[in-house]
């Protein structure tokens, strides 16, 4: 599959202090028509992460038509396991309500932070989003110790099912951890149950870091893209039958950074996403989403 870019769509201003820095991690949320809310993860100048959105039209998405003048979500109370940032994983539609699940960061003395999962539920179109609690609803314990990162949710007849970021190690240095991806089940989306089942592990001792997956599903199966490094993010594709057993297929050879400009350097946090007959992909740029975040639709 080959994807052509549409342009970088957003990058922030810097004008709001709750969005200082980065427009990281895009999500799509389809509204109505061709319209589509897509949210973000900032960050003010203490680093700290909060959820924006904007409104584009699909089919001119570099013209914004909204944007947010307060975050989604912002950071948690002090000391609770989102004090330090919220940073969005997905969005999942039930009914009319929204569940938006996210990934809290607190740092920490020893390790450079410690991340759980949060869930804000939005309870129809146009109504705020609230966490379902102060606390996590995918915890660190036995099975993840170190840290969680960005998940993906989906349902399906048998029920809810995850797949999302798990730290394995962590060492002197950033480079020594390894953080791969796992599965998870739930009846309801808010309590999961979790058998230390890794579907996407490093494949080399030059990447440590996979993360943020998203995951479609059609006749043929499942495919999934991540995002993972060594030296630099890359976007990564794999497939199965199940959503259980993957097959890594290597970079995703339809999309690599470009020649010069926002996304020279670096691309991931993808999400992929289907519109009509067309399948779309957004992703980050260069400095984690320093640059913003763009947009490419798959050539057929």
Not at 135 to 153: G, H, K, Q, R
Not at 167 to 196: C, F, P, T
Not at 198 to 212: D, G, K, L
Not at 222 to 230: I, K, Q, S
């Amino acid at each position: 599959m080959k994807w052509k870019k549409l342009g970088r769509i957003y990058g922030p201003s810097g004008e709001r202090a709750w969005a200082a820095s980065h427009a990281a991690n895009p999500t799509a949320e389809h509204l109505t028509g061709d319209l589509f809310k897509i949210y973000f993860s900032t960050r003010d100048k203490k680093n700290r992460s909060s959820i924006g959105h904007i409104v584009v039209d699909i089919k001119q998405p570099t013209r914004i038509l909204e944007e947010a003048s307060e975050p989604v979500l912002k950071p948690g109370r002090l000391a609770m396991f989102d004090d330090s940032g919220a940073s969005i994983g997905c969005i999942m539609k039930l009914g009319e309500a929204r569940y938006l699940y996210y990934m809290g960061w607190n740092l920490s003395v020893t390790v450079p932070w410690k991340n759980a999962l949060g869930l804000a539920i939005s309870e129809a179109p146009g109504k705020p989003f609230i966490r379902y609690s102060e606390f996590p609803i995918v915890e660190l314990n036995a099975v993840d110790p170190y840290t969680i990162s960005y998940p993906w949710v989906m349902q399906e007849r048998s029920g809810f099912r995850m797949w999302y970021g798990s730290n394995l190690k962590w060492g002197e240095k950033k480079e020594d951890m390894l953080h791969v991806l796992k599965y998870a089940e739930s009846a309801d989306g808010i309590r999961w149950e979790r058998d230390n089942r890794i579907v996407i592990n490093s494949e080399s001792a030059a990447e440590y870091a996979i993360c943020r997956p998203t995951v479609l599903r059609d006749d043929s199966g499942y495919r999934m893209w991540f995002c993972t490094r060594g030296k630099k993010y890359r976007i990564h594709l794999a497939e199965s039958a199940d959503g259980l057993t993957w097959s890594r297929k290597g970079q995703d050879p339809g999309i690599d950074v470009s020649a010069d400009g926002w996304d020279s350097d670096m691309i991931e946090y993808p999400c992929v996403f289907t519109h009509k007959q067309d399948i779309y992909m957004l992703y980050a740029g260069n400095g984690y989403g320093e640059t913003g975040f763009g947009l490419a639709v798959a050539q057929r």
